[in-house]
């Protein structure tokens, strides 16, 4: 019977491990110094060379011409290395599979056995235990002892998939045992490891089929070494070509996701299901078919970002390259999205076609994302490069004035029905416009004196804010919304409760006086205290922004809103809202193309 090629091509020697260098070093190391420890730890995933490395360090142990090199490699040609290496029986060397043999009394039966000395004076016993974590608590707790003060030349091997078990079964095993951690083995690795044993055994293959056989893997040699085996069985002659490989794999053509990647481009929906049924009649697993297609649209993401998707096959990347600026980099964002949170549901499900077929439905259905300042620009409303939208689009504010060094205007005050006791105000205060209202541009001088001594009232002179020798820079209240949290954390960095009470509040108006009116989005008596108490660190903090401000209004809403129960198209309308706060060219958006938020 012919020997597996896992079994035949097993490593030898430290330096034929495949990637673990950072494991392999140290144990020959360790041996060449006479340093080594009574227990290890091996942890990593399957197929990585736990259990391989378990043997080289007892054969190098126990290895009869071990002092003649003094490099801690072992021979592998003398009769106790050719023995530990096939598995056959020996003394010194004994395997034990913890997942056959995990209870208390197995474990007192090794603690007992490790009592025995070695054959010989050079020699040591080795105890490799495989799948160590499938030991009960009560096992771990009978070999504490021996761990912690093993017999003279003998060393335990632990090897795990799931390190994290055992520290939950058994947390003190750990600080007994020096921990290695292996690592996957990549596929260029395994296409250079396949490629050394093909190449030895005298087969013919096609580099593409090792990639592919490399990525069926998932980052264990050892499968992909079974693998090979499985394809080279199929068919009247040894050779491992794409085909065959696919088809002993069960993998899914590579046309199969170009022709799904098209009709999801050309957006034709009605189309999926005649592809999905192809896909049924081929007895594709939906699963696979899921994790490929994902893989598909990442690659084809890193293509069309300007990057370069690794393990790809040359014909596939081609593919991808041409087909690049067909779907944008925010759509295949979306669409790998949408995957992953199916791909829960699509495991548990014993309705799979109906998931796939919907969910590439959805793909091909899908509004494709738009440069919403290009759309703006057409319908004539582009944003300006300070971020308020303009022509078309709605003006929520228009720009402030800016002071000059003339001197200051004078207004005529209001008859005295209408205001009994004139009284000089620097700004009118500000409406329940959700932007702030805006006071008109201001007559001239001689224009406004005139009219007021005809009504025979009192020109009073406003008095003018302490100005810069430089004109104060315009600032609107979209580019103070803007940067508000940075005005809050400037505020909690010196007093944290009154950032806690700008933080409810939003701004919505800003006079070219310097006057800031901000509002409270609901009421509450305990913020409005904070800020009236800390308006000179509110104001310190708003000249980050708006270096004029010299003067804070704080205003409460005029009700309390009433209490509603939440619903789903209230909470996407708040949602709504607030974004359009936020990002005004946004909201201009929302306003102008009736936008709706997707889920």
Same mark, same amino acid.
């Given at each position: 019977?012919?020997?597996?090629? /896992?079994?035949?091509?097993?490593?030898?020697? +430290?330096?034929?491990? /495949?990637?673990?260098?950072?494991? @392999?070093?140290?144990?020959?190391?360790?041996?060449?110094?006479?340093? #080594?420890?009574?227990?290890?730890?091996?942890?990593?995933?399957?197929?990585?060379?736990?259990?391989? %490395?378990?043997? #080289?360090?007892?054969?190098?142990?126990?290895?009869?011409?071990?002092?003649?090199?003094?490099?801690?490699?072992?021979?592998?040609?003398?009769? @106790?290395?050719?023995?530990?290496?096939?598995?056959?029986?020996?003394?010194?060397?004994?395997?034990?599979?913890?997942?056959?043999?995990?209870? #208390? &009394?197995?474990?007192?039966?090794?603690?007992?056995?490790?009592?025995? !000395?070695?054959?010989?004076?050079?020699?040591?016993?080795?105890?490799?235990?495989?799948?160590?974590?499938?030991?009960?608590?009560?096992?771990?707790?009978?070999?504490?002892?021996?761990?912690?003060?093993?017999?003279?030349?003998?060393? +335990?091997?632990?090897?795990?998939?799931?390190?994290?078990?055992?520290? =939950?079964?058994?947390?003190?095993?750990?600080?007994?045992?020096?921990?290695?951690?292996?690592?996957?083995?990549?596929?260029?690795?395994?296409?250079?490891?396949?490629? /050394?044993?093909?190449?030895?055994?005298?087969? @013919?293959?096609?580099?593409?089929?090792?990639?592919?056989?490399?990525?069926?893997?998932?980052?264990?040699?050892?499968?992909?070494?079974?693998?090979?085996?499985?394809?080279?069985?199929?068919?009247?002659?040894?050779?491992?070509?794409? &085909?065959?490989?696919?088809?002993?794999?069960?993998? #899914?053509?590579?046309?199969?996701?170009?022709?799904?990647?098209?009709?999801?481009?050309?957006?034709?929906?009605?189309?999926?299901?005649? !592809?999905? /049924?192809?896909?049924?009649?081929?007895?594709?697993?939906?699963?696979?078919?899921?994790?490929?297609?994902?893989?598909?649209?990442?690659?084809?993401?890193?293509?069309?970002?300007?990057?370069?998707?690794?393990?790809?096959?040359?014909?596939?990347?081609?593919?991808?390259?041409?087909?690049?600026?067909?779907?944008?980099?925010?759509?295949?964002?979306?669409?790998? =999205?949408?995957?992953?949170?199916?791909?829960?549901? +699509?495991?548990?499900?014993?309705? =799979?076609?109906?998931?796939?077929?919907?969910?590439?439905?959805?793909?091909?259905?899908?509004?494709?994302?738009?440069?919403?300042?290009?759309?703006?620009?057409?319908?004539?409303?582009?944003?300006?490069?300070?971020?308020?939208?303009?022509?078309?689009?709605?003006?929520?504010?228009?720009?402030?004035?800016?002071?000059?060094?003339?001197?200051?205007?004078?207004?005529?005050?209001?008859?005295?029905?209408? =205001?009994?006791?004139?009284?000089?105000q620097p700004e009118s205060r500000a409406t329940?416009?959700?932007?702030?209202?805006?006071?008109?541009?201001?007559?001239?001088?001689?224009?406004?004196?005139?009219?007021?001594?005809?009504?025979?009232?009192?020109?009073?002179?406003?008095?003018?804010?302490?100005?810069?020798?430089?004109?104060?820079? $315009?600032?609107?209240?979209?580019?103070?919304?803007?940067?508000?949290?940075?005005?809050?954390?400037?505020?909690?960095?010196?007093?944290?409760?009154?950032?806690t009470a700008l933080a409810a509040t939003l701004?919505?108006?800003?006079?070219?006086?310097?006057?800031?009116?901000?509002?409270?989005?609901?009421?509450?008596?305990?913020?409005? +205290?904070?800020?009236?108490?800390?308006?000179?660190?509110? %104001?310190?903090?708003?000249?980050?922004?708006?270096?004029?401000?010299?003067?804070?209004?704080?205003?409460?809403?005029?009700?309390?809103?009433?209490?509603?129960?939440?619903?789903?198209?209230? $909470?996407?309308?708040?949602?709504?809202?607030?974004?359009?706060?936020?990002?005004?060219?946004?909201?201009?958006?929302?306003?102008?193309?009736?936008?709706?938020?997707?889920?």
């Amino acid at each position: 019977m012919a020997l597996a090629l /896992a079994r035949k091509y097993r490593p030898k020697s +430290f330096s034929e491990v /495949a990637v673990q260098s950072h494991v @392999s070093n140290t144990l020959k190391g360790a041996i060449a110094r006479g340093r #080594v420890a009574h227990g290890y730890l091996l942890c990593g995933p399957r197929g990585t060379g736990k259990t391989t %490395l378990a043997r #080289v360090l007892a054969m190098a142990l126990n290895c009869e011409v071990r002092g003649a090199k003094g490099d801690g490699e072992p021979c592998g040609e003398c009769a @106790s290395c050719r023995r530990i290496w096939s598995g056959a029986s020996s003394l010194d060397v004994v395997e034990i599979d913890a997942a056959s043999n995990r209870s #208390v &009394d197995d474990a007192r039966e090794l603690r007992e056995r490790a009592m025995y !000395a070695p054959t010989g004076e050079d020699r040591y016993k080795v105890y490799i235990v495989d799948e160590a974590h499938m030991l009960t608590r009560e096992a771990w707790n009978a070999l504490l002892k021996v761990l912690e003060e093993p017999p003279p030349r003998v060393v +335990f091997v632990f090897a795990t998939t799931e390190p994290q078990k055992i520290a =939950q079964t058994a947390a003190p095993i750990l600080s007994r045992l020096q921990r290695f951690d292996l690592r996957r083995i990549g596929p260029a690795e395994i296409r250079e490891r396949l490629t /050394a044993v093909l190449t030895a055994e005298g087969v @013919s293959f096609e580099p593409e089929a090792l990639g592919m056989i490399a990525r069926a893997a998932d980052g264990g040699l050892r499968d992909a070494l079974s693998l090979t085996d499985q394809v080279l069985s199929l068919g009247a002659d040894a050779r491992v070509t794409t &085909d065959r490989v696919a088809e002993a794999l069960g993998l #899914v053509p590579e046309d199969e996701y170009l022709a799904i990647l098209d009709l999801v481009a050309a957006r034709r929906a009605g189309d999926v299901f005649a !592809a999905v /049924a192809r896909l049924a009649d081929a007895g594709v697993d939906f699963t696979l078919f899921l994790a490929g297609l994902g893989d598909v649209l990442r690659a084809l993401l890193a293509t069309a970002l300007g990057g370069t998707a690794p393990d790809l096959s040359e014909r596939l990347r081609q593919a991808l390259d041409e087909r690049r600026e067909r779907i944008a980099p925010a759509d295949l964002l979306r669409m790998l =999205q949408l995957l992953v949170e199916a791909e829960p549901r +699509f495991r548990r499900s014993g309705q =799979q076609r109906l998931l796939l077929e919907t969910l590439l439905v959805r793909f091909a259905l899908m509004d494709r994302a738009v440069d919403l300042e290009s759309v703006l620009r057409e319908l004539g409303g582009a944003p300006t490069p300070s971020g308020s939208a303009a022509g078309g689009a709605r003006r929520s504010v228009p720009s402030t004035a800016v002071e000059t060094p003339a001197p200051p205007p004078r207004r005529a005050a209001p008859p005295p029905s209408a =205001q009994p006791a004139p009284r000089p105000q620097p700004e009118s205060r500000a409406t329940g416009s959700a932007f702030g209202d805006w006071a008109p541009p201001e007559p001239p001088p001689e224009a406004s004196a005139a009219p007021a001594r005809a009504a025979g009232t009192t020109v009073l002179e406003r008095p003018a804010p302490p100005r810069a020798t430089s004109a104060a820079p $315009v600032v609107d209240v979209h580019t103070l919304a803007e940067r508000w949290e940075e005005v809050v954390e400037q505020a909690r960095s010196t007093r944290p409760l009154v950032g806690t009470a700008l933080a409810a509040t939003l701004p919505v108006a800003i006079a070219a006086s310097g006057v800031v009116t901000v509002e409270l989005q609901e009421a509450n008596d305990a913020h409005v +205290f904070a800020l009236e108490s800390g308006r000179d660190d509110v %104001l310190t903090a708003l000249r980050l922004v708006v270096p004029n401000a010299s003067r804070l209004v704080v205003r409460a809403p005029d009700s309390p809103a009433p209490v509603e129960r939440l619903t789903t198209e209230s $909470v996407r309308a708040e949602r709504m809202a607030s974004l359009a706060k936020r990002d005004p060219t946004l909201g201009a958006a929302i306003s102008e193309l009736d936008l709706d938020l997707l889920d």
